[in-house]
């Protein structure tokens, strides 16, 4: 334990001496996530709301009557087998209570049935697939404080529907989380005759080319692309959509999957060139409340982060942030360590004032998803890179 002190010390450049005065063992937080993935930014995110949040519970005294908080964390690769045997481990170690995981949804599916055969609680920041939640496990501990893929799929579809959009066309990975999101599409779009998807292209993490498939959809009279990428195919598919002449590039919606890496080094110029927008949940950029400037601050102290526009991943570090103190509230209530106590005392958490928003019971034995479609937002790079809220966009 003594070591795994020094190490968070370490992280978060303090030293023992000025940390808050231990009276037991720290309460341990593991996160499984992929950080050795190609140009990974979330991880990295997530990990740096938590142990902002870590930072202020202990120099408030920890939990439980003085014992801090640490991290503990692990590298997936996006590997499910890597990931099930990292939360095994996790699992056994002593006075850990809960899990993070990261981005991408089918690792984090695979390791559903892990994770409840554990009794793990698992707290997700990230990954969007609705069957994370809406699983059939009794009870379940699984938690999100994150975006939905039935939130995300119909405020893009509004969105574009608000700009005279009616026939659209998906592209998507070829992977749960595309296929999550092409039903969430559909049974929206249910409710809108006049709306429709023109066609649905599928393709993989390494292919070389999207070209094809975006001028097939656009053949069959897609007015806007629904995407569903991370960077490295978006990037792609924008560089080959900023080569063709101006009258051939339609918008380009897309979901939050984009974020999670360097889009803006990777897409370069292409990002200006087409009109591309994605959904978020949060942005620090213009909040000027107390909590924002606070976190933006510890940021700059602990990570030497310049400002709110530098902050890669934004929405994972405030998730996460907010999550973990979410987590220690439920450690709290619960007056122990014990992950049964603790994930029943997450459904009964009262009203919390936190940094994406004032949570009026953030989970219940019924809901395990803290965030609404109403808290997501339509946003676009801005030439510098920051991820810029659009004023407006869909009201």
Request: proline letters at 5%; charged letters at 20%; hydrophobic letters at 45%.
């Amino acid at each position: 334990m003594l070591i795994l002190g020094m190490v968070l010390c370490l992280i978060l450049g303090t030293s023992p001496a000025n940390a808050a005065p231990s009276s037991g063992p720290a309460v341990l937080i593991g996160l499984d996530a992929e950080f050795s993935w190609p140009g990974s930014t979330s991880a990295q995110a997530i990990e740096k709301g938590i142990l902002i949040a870590v930072d202020e519970i202990n120099q408030r005294g920890g939990v439980l009557g003085g014992r801090p908080l640490q991290l503990i964390k692990k590298d997936n690769g996006t590997v499910p087998a890597r990931s099930i045997r990292n939360l095994k481990e996790l699992a056994e170690t002593p006075e850990l209570v809960a899990a993070f995981c990261g981005r991408f949804s089918p690792t984090v599916i695979e390791a559903m049935e892990t994770v409840h055969a554990l009794k793990l609680i698992l707290l997700d920041p990230w990954a969007a697939a609705d069957i994370i939640t809406d699983n059939t496990y009794l009870p379940s501990y699984a938690f999100r404080l994150s975006l939905r893929d039935s939130y995300a799929m119909p405020t893009l579809l509004r969105y574009g529907r608000s700009r005279g959009i009616r026939t659209f066309g998906m592209m998507a990975l070829n992977t749960t989380w595309g296929r999550s999101n092409l039903q969430a599409a559909e049974s929206f779009l249910t409710k809108f005759p006049d709306t429709k998807l023109a066609g649905t292209r599928w393709f993989n993490w390494q292919d070389e080319s999207l070209l094809d498939k975006y001028l097939d959809l656009k053949r069959l009279g897609a007015q806007a692309i629904l995407l569903v990428a991370n960077d490295r195919e978006a990037s792609i598919l924008l560089k080959e959509m900023a080569a063709l002449p101006k009258a051939e590039r339609i918008p380009v919606l897309s979901h939050w999957g984009v974020s999670g890496g360097q889009m803006s080094a990777t897409a370069g110029a292409a990002l200006q060139e087409v009109d591309f927008v994605m959904v978020q949940t949060y942005s620090f950029i213009g909040d000027q409340r107390p909590r924002a400037r606070q976190v933006v601050a510890a940021a700059n102290r602990l990570f030497g982060i310049p400002n709110a526009r530098a902050i890669e991943s934004p929405v994972g570090l405030a998730h996460a942030y907010d999550l973990t103190h979410l987590l220690a509230r439920a450690i709290e209530r619960a007056g122990s360590t014990d992950r049964a106590a603790v994930r029943q005392a997450l459904e009964q958490l009262g009203d919390y004032d936190g940094l994406i928003k004032r949570y009026r019971r953030p989970f219940s034995n019924r809901r395990h998803d803290a965030l609404s479609e109403s808290d997501v937002i339509i946003t676009r790079y801005a030439p510098d890179g920051a991820i810029v809220p659009i004023t407006g966009a869909l009201q």
